[in-house]
């Protein structure tokens, strides 16, 4: 009697179908249907940060299931074969959807981006100094610059990081801000004093982003910076300090204590932001809760005139700077809806409003820095922050 070697190798090339089959279908239906639990949270980062990986893995297991069915497993191999093919068609169908939006947005895709630089890149500021101290605690800034004709001067963005208020740094916004720098932006990333468990910092933080405002107004100068033209922006909570810091600039409720009190930004930017602390309290998604405890020292019954002193939505005034609001539709913790009737209220305010909505984008999607959604945005940012400006 003959062993047909066949059998055996069909045996695992199945199996290893069968998992990779597994895991493409859970992260596609969890993409598409994030009311999946589980699937839900997982699929929408995976497939929409990294789609085209995913695509491959669908792939091989297209293959085994493919070799399977040559091993005589027929209708094991069919089944790994339709369900793993279907699977990388519904990823491609949502890095379709992405690629619209970057064309629709103008942005030069990098292939080679897409597929390597799966988060953060390794770059270094041009310069990194103290912009402030106070209670004694050195608060930094980096600055990336770009080059700058003879005789001319560029715009330039301020940015706080993202973290519920309480963790993070700087340096997750290298990637943007060189990128920027090398577009011809100036760009700043700040660090801000953190809130613990003990110690909150709605007090502290959107000054210290009055203070690192202030900081490169005095370098403009220096740095060769449009004094005209410099905005203030942020991710997540690093966007609700902005937001806030900067529409309180404009109707005079907060002042530097490192100095004279700067202009109020030519812009202001959120990526995904919340704009409501009293909203991310009760939400309570991903921590928004504990962020928002932590930030303000309590619940909103125990301190409403805080939540609404650092809340942007509390700020709203007429004559407000051009604001840019950049979300995407899978972010749990911030609702496209919600951001979509901010934008509302700004515009009925009779403010300049641009509110961008990117497919199969989650909360923190320009963590995956070659995604093609953070390429999207970045294009989109740079065109915010360097259109011509109303004379």
Partial sequence: MRFDLRTPVGVVFAVAGSLLGFLAAAIVLGAWFPAIPKAGIAGPVLAGQWPFHIVILALMGTACGLIARWAGLVRWGRALTVITAAAAAGVLVIAGLQIRDAVRAGADLSVGDIFTQLAYPGVTPDESTVYASPGGQPLTVDAYLPEVAPGTTAPAVVFAHAGGFRTFDKSDLRGTARWLADHGVAAYAIDYRLATATTPTWDKAPQDVVCALGWVHANATRHRVDAGRISLGGMSAGGVLALNAAYRLHDRTIT??????????????????????????????????EAATWFTGGTPAEHPERYREVSPSAHVTPGLMPTLLVVGDRDRGVAVPAVEEFGAVLARSGAEVRVETLAFGVHAFDDAYGSIAAQTSRQILLDFLTRPTRG
Wanted: glycine share 12%; charged share 10%.
């Fill in 256 to 289: 530097s204590p490192c100095g004279s009190t700067p202009a109020p930004p030519a812009s202001a930017i959120g990526f995904y932001p919340g704009f409501d602390v009293e909203q991310m309290w009760s939400i309570n998604v991903d921590g928004s809760r």
